[in-house]
């Protein structure tokens, strides 16, 4: 694989990997997460899962590695949002 290709993955990656920071601290700092949808998240969680499986069907650790992170990720919010809404 050439040197750009691989640079392009890590920096997708990356960027995937680093979206859910900002919305795991926000909810976290104000213990609510009523503004997360619920729906969406499913979906997401799923779609990681599924990115997941194709990483292992085709050999490919490092798109099976980096979906893993996301999927951990996506799932701390979805965890959150069931957490907080408990409380009310």
Not at 40 to 51: D, E, K, R
Not at 71 to 83: D, G, N, V
Request: proline share 2%; hydrophobic share 50%.
């Amino acid at each position: 694989m050439s040197l750009l290709a691989n640079t392009v993955g890590v920096a997708a990656a990356l960027c995937s990997m680093t979206s859910f920071g900002p919305q795991i601290v926000k909810i976290w700092r104000e213990r609510d997460a009523s503004s997360v949808s619920l729906r969406m998240y499913i979906v997401t969680v799923t779609g990681f899962s599924l990115w997941i499986a194709y990483g292992v069907l085709i050999g490919s650790w490092p798109v099976a590695g980096s979906n893993i992170v996301c999927l951990l990720l996506s799932a701390t919010i979805l965890a959150l949002k069931w957490r907080f809404s408990r409380r009310r």
